[in-house]
């Protein structure tokens, strides 16, 4: 049998500077079955002759590039989305990190021993914008599943990778994260194929140089400033705005789910929406938990404080 066919999922914008680096990790995968779609959101940097000229290097129909929905980084990831065909697998990749040449080895390997859908992703490390290492990505110690899912992101788009029953669980879901107008494409992703029951695999081995830099769409977030940051959004209203989304998304796809995962996205939605005490009663019952005690007690006090319903809008 020939290797599974994995398409990488390329969304860039303005990533001249560090492209270049990126694309020839690809080149160097350990696993040679894969194309490439890039989808590009109107830059002006040079970014798509690179992707053009990258494109001429490689055999025909290898890379194809497309133009972006130019509604930012993760309705670019959407739209990549639909291009893949049926029985492939999906990786996404962001346009400034550096691939180790095993890294979509070690997720088919894994992929290919699940049944039903799966969704792999795994640790990386942080390194400056020289790519020298800084440390490595967090471990998770807690379980992974649509508890931790509905409350926290850590199945990280740049390491995620997608069996054929994912992508399809994806495909269909893709509208209407579009029009809920989601944030993160990483975290509806692992609310999508957890609420379907799919195997989630987070792999300790870190796969890639995750590169920090001034346009970074995301950055690292062990530090203190950035848990920091994450409490204070928290505390705004910020976070209970973007979890909402998400559960909007979700909301059509809710019918075709297993009883438990309704349960789950009903007792979000209370835990959004009801007063402080109903709030943090809705937390207890859908068994919400973040990856470490400080936070799901975080998660817990913005709920008893109302500061889930809290319009964000309404502290700037």
């Not at 992703?189 to 590169?211: E, K, N, S």
Request: hydrophobic share 45%.
């Amino acid at each position: 049998m020939s290797p599974p066919h994995v398409v990488i999922l390329l969304a860039t914008y303005q990533g001249a500077p560090h492209l270049p680096v990126q694309l020839e990790s690809l080149v160097g995968q350990t696993h040679r079955n894969w194309s490439l779609i890039a989808s590009d959101d109107g830059s002006t940097d040079g970014t798509v002759q690179i992707l053009d000229d990258f494109g001429q290097r490689m055999p025909t129909g290898r890379v194809t590039r497309l133009r972006g929905p130019s509604l930012g980084a993760t309705q670019n990831f959407l739209s990549l989305l639909k291009h893949v065909p049926d029985g492939a697998m999906a990786a996404f990749c962001d346009q400034d990190d550096m691939w180790f040449p095993d890294k979509l080895s070690r997720a088919v390997a894994t992929l290919l021993s699940c049944t039903g859908p799966a969704h792999y992703a795994a640790r990386t490390i942080i390194a400056d914008q020289d790519l020298k290492p800084l440390a490595p990505s967090r471990h998770f110690p807690r379980p992974l599943g649509l508890r931790n899912a509905m409350v926290q992101a850590i199945m990280a788009g740049n390491t995620s990778v997608f069996n054929p029953a994912a992508v399809t669980l994806l495909k269909q879901a893709v509208p209407h994260a579009r029009d809920a107008g989601i944030v993160s494409h990483d975290w509806w992703c692992y609310q999508v194929t957890a609420a379907f029951g799919a195997r989630l695999v987070h792999d300790p081995q870190p796969v890639l140089f995750y590169r920090q830099h001034s346009r970074s769409e995301v950055g690292r977030n062990d530090t203190l400033p950035a848990r920091m940051a994450r409490l204070r959004k928290l505390l705004a209203g910020e976070f209970g705005w973007w979890m909402r989304a998400n559960l909007h998304s979700l909301a059509p796809l809710v019918p075709l789910m297993p009883a438990d995962s309704r349960h789950v996205i009903e007792q979000a939605g209370i835990m959004l929406d009801a007063p402080g005490p109903r709030a943090f009663q809705a937390m207890r019952r859908g068994g919400f938990y973040r990856q470490t005690r400080a936070a799901t007690a975080a998660l817990a006090i913005s709920a008893l404080s109302g500061a889930l319903r809290r319009d964000p809008s309404a502290t700037r």
